[in-house]
């Protein structure tokens, strides 16, 4: 599924970039970069959950919260201001008590902490790329179509069934290309011209927070109050992210 969705969602964006006469492949090293880095996310995170349970996956994928101002001061010697730090600390509060946190720590946690990792370091890189001046869409085409090829030369030299089972799973296939890919990450790589990577980061940590209203909403589940607390400190992250800086004046 990864890599028919990636390619179609390439083949897609290459030829809308046709239509338009941009290039395809300038500065593909970089489209390539992102690419690697996405292509290790999802098979940490999917090889990570067959592993471990649903509640430790949560969290720790969450730690990117955490991850990004440290990768932005350590990695790319950028230092976050004091509001990234207390924001993303009470995020990682936030998303403890909302996932349930961890209990008994497995192989597959590490490789869901690879994952966290390599999501930060994604957001960092892509904050750099698209604030160079690359554009957001042939970046995008890059990777989908890094991760798209590679993802199916992994199927062919593992040996693993590369045809569509049914026209349910070709539909499947359709609606993740349209939506968490193509307008996902369309949307992502626009916005991150104009947002810091630690304010995308907190942005993205809302997703658990989506998962248990639409559970609440739609699924009928049982309101947790304990939920709702969690969810309450990612929204005051996101705000203590926005706060203004005071600046030191001279005499």
């Not at 995008?140 to 349910?168: E, K, R, T």
């Not at 790589?189 to 248990?212: D, G, H, M, N, W």
Request: glycine fraction near 10%; proline fraction near 4%.
């Amino acid at each position: 599924l990864v890599g028919y969705r990636f390619l179609l969602a390439a083949i897609i964006l290459g030829g809308w970039l046709s239509l338009r006469r941009m290039p395809l492949f300038a500065d593909f090293k970089k489209g390539a970069i992102l690419g690697l880095f996405l292509g290790i996310l999802y098979l940490s995170q999917t090889i990570g959950l067959g592993i471990t349970t649903a509640s430790n996956s949560g969290f720790i994928t969450g730690m990117f919260v955490a991850f990004v101002p440290i990768f932005s001061w350590t990695v790319f010697r950028q230092k976050p201001p004091w509001t990234g730090w207390v924001a993303s600390a009470v995020s990682l509060s936030g998303l403890w008590i909302l996932t349930g946190g961890m209990c008994n720590v497995n192989g597959g946690d590490l490789l869901t902490i690879m994952s966290a990792m390599t999501y930060a370091i994604h957001i960092l890189f892509t904050d750099k790329y698209v604030k160079s001046g690359i554009d957001p869409i042939m970046l995008n085409f890059q990777q989908f179509l890094f991760v798209g090829v590679v993802s199916l030369l992994m199927g062919l030299i593992f040996n693993l069934p590369l045809a569509p089972s049914s026209i349910d799973v070709m539909w499947i296939i359709l609606f993740l290309t349209i939506f968490p890919t193509l307008s996902a990450f369309v949307i992502q790589l626009t916005a991150q011209k104009y947002v810091s990577p630690i304010r995308v980061s907190l942005i993205f940590a809302f997703e658990p927070v989506f998962a248990a209203i639409f559970a609440w909403t739609l699924g009928n589940e049982l309101f947790e109050a304990q939920r709702a607390v969690g969810g309450m400190l990612i929204f005051l992250a996101l705000t203590i992210s926005g706060l203004p800086l005071r600046r030191r004046t001279s005499d």
